[in-house]
């Protein structure tokens, strides 16, 4: 069991809450929260009802060509992201989007890029073999790890390798037969959608009987003549699936190294609510190891630039500068919806390189020194760095306030968070 | 200029040594003991690339019964020998085998093979086949010869090979964007700012820091020695890099190791279209940075060993792709080598699990390159002997 957080919650509690889960906000929104117990400051921003924010002007149906449709589909992610009303579901999406990983260059479908974030909007606090069997049949997924083209009798082995591997158990906990058997379960399993005969097709999952391989299988121990959802079930309940995904969930939201104790103690709460991410995810966010981890994250390239937008409520408006901030996100390897591959990001100090630290202080330049930041010392700090009183505060403080949110943003103390 | 002249050299009179790992501190107080003028360029071909479509059996009735729709013709091969032949889109790459400096390595790979690609990409990177150890192979020899600039990795992020539990070693991808000006009325505080005193992860990034103010201003002091020497193929993003490490040879700066990659040759579906086109812009690639090298008087100084995480099943799949699989193929190019196809090559009759068996460890190749080319004890760097035949001068 986790222990929880007994304290009500400081300015720089907060502060951490809201930089953590949400991709930071303003002073205002970070005061708001002061005060208030763990589990009703959780509460106030996991509410995940708001829908899309009405003036988001990115629409993929605009694009001249399939290239522009992926590039405006990323910046209106992005959008949501910086503008919606629920940053942390959209963090949380962006969590389970680098866990079941795919790219736009392979899908090719704008349609199928929404219907995959909208599952992993709609499910992120569902019981995880819910959502892994709806992001195992979006036609997202199964073009991406080929399933589509998993046949009886000549079976592709993609997509049951990853989810063994990437989704659920990790490596070392299956063999190579039962990757083997469980791509025999997923045959059949493909996707229709639009074509030139019937162009108002639905874009949607099918199971084709014929393609289906159904004799019997032997996965993780068990025997029958499995489908595929009959794998998703044995993966996703399996006791190796709760303890790979709590450690995953502590290294991306708590520390890059997660006690062992509190990961055993993450993967009890799920495996007591057959992996209920919002149980699990409340256990998590109300416990006294997330509140004493403040500053034990490398802050991750997204982080950086919506962390940053959103802490200095910068108006980041117009196509041209969205397509400026992916340029910047694809050069620092971060692109929403563009992994480097299927394993999604790997985080922590990968993210800290000499190409990496100069583009994030070519970035920060960009952020503050043309744009009209008015902020005083003790507001920035605490929107950027967490705090009101920093060791930097008495350093910058006779400087002006763009030059002030410039170097937080170029201290090694911004590379956390 | 010399190393220590660098080490003293810093826009903002950053000492460099502060914060610094003993071990780094210690050997920059040394001379370059260890140093060498000899460049080992790592290109990582990411995905697991198909080796049987790369170097074809074409003799082997085997091979083309194993793959009705993916198998190369033999009409297409480019004849290496009686029995193997290469890729047809590798054509660049034969005017090197024609003046034997080329050498194809076959069934390489390791014991116990893992088919995952980052658990193999792992072992690959670390040497270490249990895929447990977090020390790059290139890492430990920055930390053996004591320099934190020996390798740059082209890319934005560095790879496990350049990394170790202390130390990461740079990744560049834009040279001309390599630069910190910091603007007017922040040095000073910037200054004070990076000697506040800090511990673990924040020291960490204090220190990289550190480390990426020295380099960039090392990098952009010598930049202009390069002069173009060769024309690279246009819409190919791996000869845009390999421009970029043609002129990171030419600045001269101490990096001994430079790596990036190109990808994905992860061919589940559709095998003939992507990996024809990577192996093209592979070889296209290759064969003008070779050139422009040449051209600077600098060929001589530069050997190219390739690699990727596994080769891929014997039998297409019904995709018309192929699925992960075991041993593959090493291509080692450039000074340095002697040229020819080494190893045995895969017997299509006795498989493993439908794979290529390895034969030949791939830590032996790299024993061989630190050994001959680069002249740094394999022993140290590997943990222990390996062997590789002799497919270097």
Not at chain 1, 48 to 63: H, L, Q
Not at chain 1, 73 to 98: N, S, V
Not at chain 1, 288 to 306: G, I, R, W
Not at chain 1, 326 to 341: E, F, I, K, S, V
Request: hydrophobic content about 40%.
């Amino acid at each position: 069991m986790l222990t929880p957080y007994s304290r009500t919650l400081s300015l720089e509690d907060a502060a951490h809450l809201v930089r953590r889960t949400s991709f930071g906000g303003s002073a205002t929104k970070i005061r708001s929260l002061v005060g208030k117990t763990p589990q009703d400051a959780l509460l106030q921003l996991m509410d995940f009802t708001p829908s899309e924010n009405s003036k988001n002007p990115f629409d993929p149906s605009d694009a001249v060509n399939k290239n522009a449709a992926d590039k405006i589909f990323q910046a209106k992610w992005l959008f949501e992201m910086i503008h919606g009303e629920a940053p942390m579901r959209e963090k949380l999406a962006f969590f389970l989007h680098g866990h079941f990983a795919i790219s736009t260059e392979k899908v090719g479908s704008p349609e199928a890029l929404d219907q995959y974030l909208g599952v992993l909007r709609e499910h992120s606090l569902k019981p995880f073999g819910v959502l892994t069997l709806e992001i195992a049949k979006s036609p997202a997924m199964l073009r991406y790890l080929d399933n589509d083209q998993n046949k009886k009798g000549k079976p592709n082995e993609n997509f049951a390798r990853e989810l063994f591997e990437l989704f659920t158990l990790g490596v070392g906990n299956y063999s190579e037969k039962d990757v083997q058997e469980s791509a025999r379960a997923f045959t059949g399993w493909t996707f229709t959608g639009p074509s030139k005969k019937a162009p108002n097709a639905k874009l949607q999952f099918v199971f084709q009987r014929k393609q289906h391989d159904d004799g019997n299988k032997t996965i993780l121990g068990e025997q029958g003549n499995f489908t595929g959802d009959d794998v998703v079930r044995i993966a996703t309940g399996h006791p190796e699936t709760a303890h790979f995904l709590a450690n995953k969930l502590f290294k991306f939201y708590v520390s890059s190294n997660p006690k062992p104790e509190d990961v055993a103690a993450l993967a009890d709460v799920w495996t007591r609510s057959r992996g209920d991410l919002q149980q699990v995810l409340t256990a998590l966010f109300t416990s006294s190891s997330f509140y004493a981890s403040k500053n034990q994250v490398v802050k991750s390239p997204l982080d950086f630039v919506v962390g940053s937008i959103r802490a200095l409520e910068l108006p980041i408006q117009g196509e041209g500068v969205y397509q400026s901030l992916l340029r910047t996100l694809t050069g620092l390897g971060h692109a929403p919806l563009d992994p480097p591959n299927v394993s999604g990001w790997e985080g922590g100090r990968s993210w800290v390189s000499d190409g990496a630290l100069l583009s994030r202080i070519q970035t920060a330049a960009s952020f503050t020194l043309s744009k009209k930041v008015t902020l005083n010392t003790k507001d920035l700090t605490l929107a950027l760095l967490g705090s009101e009183t920093t060791a930097l505060n008495p350093i910058i403080q006779k400087l002006t306030s763009p030059q002030q949110a410039y170097l937080v943003m170029i201290s090694p103390e911004y590379g956390l968070m | 200029m010399k190393r220590r002249e660098f080490l003293k050299i810093s826009s903002l009179a950053i000492s460099l040594t502060t914060g610094m790992p003993a071990f780094l501190a210690r050997a920059a107080a040394q001379a370059q003991s260890m140093a060498g003028d000899k460049i080992l360029v790592v290109i990582q071909l990411s995905g697991g690339n198909d080796g049987l479509n790369t170097l074809v059996p074409y003799a082997n009735g085997a091979y083309y019964a194993a793959r009705p729709n993916i198998a190369i013709p033999k009409q297409e091969v480019l004849t290496l020998s009686s029995s193997l032949g290469l890729h047809p889109s590798m054509k660049p790459l034969m005017r090197f085998w024609d003046t034997g400096k080329l050498a194809l390595l076959e069934s390489v790979g390791y014991p116990n093979p893992n088919r995952s690609h980052f658990s193999s990409m792992a072992i690959w990177h670390s040497g270490d086949v249990t895929g447990a150890s977090k020390e790059g192979w290139i890492g430990r020899i920055a930390e053996t010869i004591g320099d934190p600039f020996c390798a740059t990795n082209f890319g934005s992020v560095t790879p496990l090979a350049l990394r170790t539990n202390e130390l990461i070693l740079p990744s560049i991808d834009n040279l001309d964007k390599f630069q910190l000006k910091l603007p007017q009325g922040t040095e000073k505080a910037f200054e004070q700012i990076m000697g506040l005193p800090r511990q673990n992860d924040a020291e960490f990034v204090a220190q990289a820091t550190r480390h990426m103010i020295s380099n960039t201003a090392k990098v952009q002091q010598n930049l202009s020695k390069y002069k173009a020497g060769a024309s690279y193929p246009e819409n190919n993003k791996f000869a845009a890099k390999l421009k970029e490490l043609a002129r990171l040879v030419a600045a001269n700066t101490g990096q001994r190791i430079l790596y990036t990659d190109i990808g994905s040759f992860d061919t589940h579906a559709g095998q003939r279209a992507d990996q024809d086109r990577l192996l093209g812009e592979f070889s296209s690639g290759i064969d003008a940075f070779m050139k422009d090298l040449d051209s600077q008087g600098l060929g001589d100084k530069v050997m190219v060993l390739a690699f990727s995480e596994f080769g891929r099943r014997v039998a297409e799949n019904d995709s018309a792709g192929t699925d992960h699989g075991q041993g593959g193929v090493m291509f080692v190019l450039g000074a340095g080598v002697k040229g020819g196809i080494y190893g045995d090559s895969p017997d299509l009759e006795k498989l493993n699990q439908g794979d290529v068996v390895y034969k030949q460890d791939f830590r032996g190749v790299y024993a061989r390159v630190l050994d001959n080319w680069l002249k740094i004890p394999s022993k140290t760097i590997m943990g222990a002997e390996f062997t590789a035949p002799a497919f270097t001068v």
